[in-house]
């Protein structure tokens, strides 16, 4: 089992940037591959960014590509999602998750963060 609290989220101005963090602990951070996922209200949770075990493997959904940059640091146990030239329509709460599976299915991921909010004013 493993336990993730993020951090980072915030209110934002349209254009700014924000960096979250997500630390890990309890079993081994580096077999897990790790991806955050967003939750807008009255809305699903949608995938953002994964990144695999190594850290050389990362994949965007194609609303984030070219502005959200996902990374991790084994050493640390914490996953992070650099996120640039934000805009209103990226607010929502941003959780991470570990998983077995590199992708974008949220099933496939078993542990979960409780979110930390983000809120880019226009």
């Known amino acids: 089992q493993v336990q993730l609290v993020e951090s980072g989220g915030g209110l934002v101005q349209a254009g700014g940037s924000l960096k979250l963090s997500c630390a890990a602990s309890g079993r081994t951070f580096s077999v897990y591959i790790m991806g955050w996922f967003r939750q807008a209200p009255g809305k699903e949770r949608e995938f953002v960014a994964s990144?695999?075990?190594?850290?050389?493997?990362?994949y965007y959904s194609e609303s984030v590509k070219g502005r959200f940059i996902i990374s991790r640091e084994n050493a640390k146990s914490t996953v992070y999602l650099q996120m640039n030239s934000l805009k209103p329509e990226d607010t929502a709460n941003y959780f991470c998750?570990?998983?077995?599976?590199?992708?974008?299915?949220?099933?496939?991921?078993?542990?979960w963060g409780q979110g930390t909010q983000v809120t880019v004013s226009s």
């Open positions: 998750a570990a998983g077995r599976v590199f992708g974008r299915n949220i099933r496939e991921y078993d542990y």
């Open positions: 990144i695999n075990r190594s850290g050389g493997i990362t």
